[in-house]
C-alpha cells in the first residue's frame, strides 16, 4: 500500500450541487480491489453490512447501524471490475450519486470515488466520513480491519472546510 493517500481530493460547487472526487492508488490488483466493493463479506470490513446487486437497475442496500443511516439505493451504473455507481441516500432523501470507478496502473489500481450532494448539505463532512472509509478499506485490504477512525474524520473534515 502507497502512502500517496494522504492528499485531499477535489470538491468543485456547480449551480445547487457540490462534486468531490477522492483518488487513492492501490498497491493491489483491481480483481482485489473490486471484490472490497461489492462482497458483501468484504465491504463489510470497511463500509457497513448489506448487499449491492451487480446489475444496473440491482439493489444497493447498505445499514450503518449505530449512525441511524440506512442506505437503500439503486445501482445506475455497472461494469464489472471497472465501474459501480449507485446513490448513497434513502428513498424520500436527496438523491447523491456516488461513483466508484477502478483503472490498471504500474503499481496496482487506481480507484476513484466520484460523489454528489445538493449544495446547501456538508460537503467536507461527506468527504470526511468517506476518507475515513477509505482509510478503514485501505486496512482492510491489508488483512488488519480497523474500527472507523474518527480522529481521521474530524482532522480530515477540518482540512476540508479550509478549502472553503
Same mark, same amino acid.
Given at each position: 500500500?502507497?502512502?500517496? @493517500? *494522504?492528499?485531499?481530493?477535489?470538491?468543485?460547487? *456547480? @449551480? !445547487?450541487?457540490?462534486?468531490?472526487?477522492?483518488? +487513492?492508488?492501490?498497491?493491489? /490488483?483491481?480483481?482485489?480491489?473490486?471484490?472490497?466493493?461489492?462482497?458483501? %463479506? =468484504? #465491504?463489510?470490513?470497511?463500509?457497513?453490512?448489506?448487499?449491492?446487486?451487480?446489475?444496473?437497475?440491482?439493489?444497493? =442496500?447498505? /445499514?450503518?447501524?449505530? !449512525?441511524?443511516?440506512?442506505? /437503500?439505493?439503486?445501482?445506475? /451504473?455497472?461494469?464489472?471490475?471497472?465501474?459501480?455507481?449507485?446513490?448513497?441516500?434513502? &428513498?424520500?432523501?436527496? @438523491?447523491?450519486?456516488?461513483?466508484? !470507478?477502478?483503472?490498471?496502473?504500474?503499481?496496482?489500481?487506481?480507484?476513484?470515488?466520484?460523489?454528489? $450532494? &445538493?449544495?446547501? *448539505?456538508?460537503?467536507? +463532512?461527506? $468527504? %470526511?466520513?468517506?476518507?475515513?472509509?477509505?482509510?478503514?478499506?485501505?486496512?482492510?485490504?491489508?488483512?488488519? &480491519?480497523? =474500527? #472507523?477512525?474518527?480522529?481521521? #474524520?474530524?482532522?480530515?473534515?477540518?482540512?476540508?472546510?479550509?478549502?472553503?
Amino acid at each position: 500500500m502507497t502512502d500517496q @493517500n *494522504e492528499s485531499l481530493g477535489t470538491i468543485q460547487r *456547480e @449551480n !445547487s450541487q457540490y462534486t468531490a472526487r477522492l483518488v +487513492r492508488v492501490i498497491e493491489h /490488483d483491481i480483481t482485489t480491489v473490486w471484490q472490497m466493493l461489492v462482497d458483501p %463479506a =468484504k #465491504f463489510v470490513d470497511w463500509l457497513a453490512p448489506g448487499s449491492i446487486e451487480l446489475w444496473e437497475g440491482g439493489s444497493a =442496500k447498505l /445499514d450503518f447501524g449505530e !449512525s441511524g443511516i440506512i442506505i /437503500d439505493s439503486e445501482v445506475t /451504473d455497472y461494469q464489472a471490475e471497472s465501474l459501480l455507481a449507485y446513490s448513497w441516500s434513502s &428513498p424520500g432523501e436527496p @438523491n447523491r450519486p456516488l461513483r466508484w !470507478s477502478l483503472s490498471e496502473t504500474p503499481v496496482g489500481t487506481e480507484l476513484a470515488l466520484t460523489l454528489i $450532494c &445538493p449544495a446547501d *448539505e456538508d460537503i467536507a +463532512r461527506s $468527504c %470526511a466520513g468517506w476518507e475515513a472509509h477509505l482509510m478503514m478499506m485501505l486496512a482492510a485490504l491489508e488483512g488488519v &480491519p480497523i =474500527k #472507523f477512525p474518527f480522529e481521521r #474524520f474530524q482532522s480530515t473534515r477540518e482540512a476540508y472546510n479550509a478549502m472553503f
